[in-house]
Nanobody
Framework: QVQLVESRGGLVQPGGSLRLSCAVS????????MGWYRQAPGKQRELVST???????NYADSVKGRFTISRDTAKNTVYLQMNSLKPEDTAVYYC???????????????WGQGTQVTVSS
């Protein structure tokens, strides 16, 4: 059983910072790419950032220069450092990971439960 457990989000003032983490636990043979998505009220879920097993990163244009994704391979954990937060960053943030649970199984995508981030004064 694979689980992705995200840290608690929170309420942050505009211009503030917040760091999210997402730890993968359970049956894990290999983890490929990991990433963060978000969904604001009334909108579709959108990509925020991804990071490959080699450490290559990708960001949505809206967060470039403000957000930084990283991962700790030994801890099976991905982080999202969010700086200079704006009200439009308000959303439920979801982590995901492409995981092969066992050697003879295929890679599958798993999702965290989501954590609310609210940027407001």
């Amino acid at each position: 059983q694979v689980q992705l457990v995200e840290s608690r989000g929170g309420l942050v003032q505009p211009g503030g910072s917040l760091r999210l983490s997402c730890a993968v636990s359970g049956s894990i043979f290999s983890i490929n790419a990991m990433g963060w998505y978000r969904q604001a009220p009334g909108k579709q879920r959108e990509l925020v950032s991804t990071i490959t097993s080699a450490g290559d990163t990708n960001y949505a244009d809206s967060v470039k220069g403000r957000f930084t994704i990283s991962r700790d391979t030994a801890k099976n954990t991905v982080y999202l450092q969010m700086n200079s937060l704006k009200p439009e960053d308000t959303a439920v943030y979801y982590c995901n990971a492409n995981i092969r649970p066992r050697l003879l199984e295929l890679f599958r995508t798993y999702w965290g439960q989501g954590t609310q981030v609210t940027v407001s004064s």
